[in-house]
């Protein structure tokens, strides 16, 4: 009687489980979200999706300039990829560690990994090209 107890105890811990959603970490389909040397690896390992992040500072112009066009692209590619932003100023190492010498900087991850990237304030179909050949892989 004690094991069908212990039995049924497990069933509903598994079934608990199962119903929880997973931890998809920070990431907001359609936003962009901020990411800092703390939460940057965390963020990448949860990542279900390609990632494209901006490497910007607050005082390039070229970054302002792009904004608007990153912040549509999180929104169209809604589903399909993760959009974030890390500070160079603010998170030098993280810079370095990507080979960011030049803003505005964009690298693609997948699967955590650095696949593509983008230097320079450029038009939006050299985003979506980068971006449709890697989720196509996918």
């Known amino acids: 009687m004690s094991e069908d107890k212990e039995l049924e105890k497990i069933k509903e811990q598994m079934l608990r489980r199962m119903m929880e959603p997973p931890d998809t970490g920070p990431w907001t389909d359609g936003t962009v979200v901020e990411?800092?040397?703390?939460?940057?690896d965390n963020?990448?390992?949860k990542a279900q999706r390609p990632v494209m992040i901006d490497f910007w500072a607050e005082w390039c112009g070229p970054c302002k300039m792009i904004k608007p066009v990153f912040d549509a692209l999180a929104r169209d590619f809604s589903?399909?990829?993760y959009f974030a932003k890390v500070n160079v100023d603010e998170n030098q190492v993280l810079a370095?560690?990507?080979?960011?010498v030049s803003i505005p900087n964009f690298v693609l991850f997948v699967k955590?990994?650095?696949v593509d990237r983008?230097?320079?304030?450029v038009?939006?179909?050299r985003f979506e090209a980068v971006l449709n050949t890697?989720?196509?892989k996918i």
């Open 96 to 100: 370095r560690r990507y080979g960011v």
């Open 123 to 125: 038009g939006r179909p």
């Open 112 to 114: 955590g990994r650095p």
């Open 79 to 81: 589903g399909r990829a």
């Open 118 to 121: 983008i230097v320079g304030a």
């Open 35 to 40: 990411l800092d040397g703390r939460s940057f």
């Open 134 to 136: 890697h989720i196509a």
């Open 43 to 45: 963020a990448l390992g």
